[in-house]
């Protein structure tokens, strides 16, 4: 099993920054990729950014420039830095895990508030 916690979340204006983590724990040596998504207030869960397992990474277009993915494999951490926030940048934010042979983990999310 694989436990992730998410933190870093709150209220901030337009054009602010924050950086969200995400603290792995549990069976950890299997994981594959992490991941973070987003989900707004009626509308479907929508993929943030990914990364591998060798520090490759990818964005989703709406991100891409303004976010970047980090990692500190001695804290078992995930960092997500965001730049530039826009209104649109609101939504809860899920830490999300992927065991190569026990599939998908998710974290209990951490709201991220933009705006004045």
């Known amino acids: 099993q694989v436990q992730l916690v998410e933190s870093g979340g709150g209220l901030v204006q337009p054009g602010g920054s924050l950086r969200l983590s995400c603290a792995a724990s549990?069976?950890?040596?299997?994981?594959?990729?992490m991941d973070w998504y987003r989900q707004a207030p009626g509308k479907q869960r929508e993929w943030v950014t990914t990364?591998?397992?060798?520090?490759?990474?990818s964005y989703g277009g709406s991100v891409k420039g303004r976010f970047t993915i980090s990692r500190d494999n001695a804290k078992s951490t995930v960092y997500l830095q965001m730049n530039s926030l826009k209104p649109e940048d609101t939504a809860v934010y899920y830490c999300?895990?992927?065991?190569?042979?026990?599939?998908?983990?998710w974290g209990q999310g951490t709201q991220v508030t933009v705006s004045s």
């Open positions: 999300s895990a992927v065991d190569r042979y026990r599939g998908r983990y």
């Open positions: 549990g069976t950890i040596f299997n994981i594959n990729t």
């Open positions: 990364i591998t397992q060798g520090g490759s990474t």
